[in-house]
């Protein structure tokens, strides 16, 4: 199997059912370049986890095996170039491939265009009142000078010393020192209510990385400490040894360490239990 043999399955799928890219595009809502590429078999211009979901979301869409389309692309992905994915960049990523996924369309633009024209077409119509009434009620007549009232002295107050704040002690929790000798087991279950990005490592050995969508689970087991990154914390919902702690952190964070004693970033604690 070579990536340009993949690419002709989906090409010959999608004419077999009839169908132009752009149909193919109004149905399944990926970027008509997009699938022109994965149909030449040119998988190198995104990484290779948004490769593989649009894959899976292609072949759904032209009846085919999903699973079988993406175990034919793990069989030629190690001869594939990836590109460095950086969990810094992984919010500026998700927006290029949300511009792939869904790109404006002329109707988009024409409704777009509408709206501008409408605030403008308001605002000249408001200034345009205002100068018309200023006509018709004229000029504001200057008081007369008798009926002007006299400006009484300031009297000056003294102004209270206000009393000095008080300093508030903030004491650091440092985290629960970790018998090396008897690791405590852990039992990490991540819920997704969105798309996040996950990385889950055992001390320094990777054992989950994906890109998780709404309704998905993932659970690992471990003795000690796993660490968590995340692209998007506010979608990722945390359950440790069966007990539910809900959504810890917001957006790009790592170092989440997670044990049988609670939850930390760096070395403070968001949750302990």
């Excluded at 491939?97 to 605002?123: C, N, T, W, Y």
């Excluded at 018998?179 to 490592?201: F, M, Q, R, S």
Aim: with cysteine; glycine share 6%; proline share 4%.
């Amino acid at each position: 199997m070579t990536a340009k043999e993949l690419g002709k399955i989906l090409k010959e799928a999608r004419e077999g059912a009839g169908l132009t890219l752009d149909n193919a595009y109004a149905g399944c809502k990926i970027h008509v370049d997009l699938l022109r590429d994965m149909e030449k078999g040119v998988f190198d211009r995104l990484n290779k986890i948004y490769i593989k979901s649009f894959l899976k979301k292609y072949a759904a869409y032209l009846h085919l095996d999903a699973n079988d389309i993406l175990k034919k692309y793990e069989e030629i992905s190690g001869d594939i170039q990836d590109k460095e994915y950086i969990v810094e960049e992984e919010e500026a990523e998700r927006k290029k491939v949300a511009r792939l996924a869904l790109p404006l369309d002329e109707k988009h633009i024409q409704m777009a265009l509408v709206g501008v024209l409408s605030v403008v077409f308001f605002i000249l119509l408001f200034v345009l009142v205002g100068r018309i009434k200023a006509k018709v009620t004229g000029p504001k007549e200057a008081a007369p000078a008798a009926a002007v009232r006299r400006r009484e002295p300031v009297r000056r107050v003294e102004k209270k010393a206000e009393p000095a704040p008080r300093t508030r002690t903030v004491r650091k929790i440092l985290p629960l020192p970790v018998d090396a000798n008897k690791p405590a087991p852990v039992i990490l279950t991540l819920k997704a209510e969105g798309e996040v990005w996950v990385k889950v490592a055992d001390q320094a050995k990777t054992v989950f990385v994906a890109t998780m969508h709404a309704g998905e689970t993932k659970t690992i087991k471990a003795e000690g400490v796993l660490t968590v990154w995340t692209g998007k914390g506010e979608n990722l919902i945390f359950v440790v040894n069966t007990r539910n702690l809900g959504r810890l952190v917001n957006g790009v964070v790592k170092d989440i360490k997670v044990t049988a004693q609670g939850v930390l970033v760096g070395d403070q604690w968001v949750y302990r239990l």
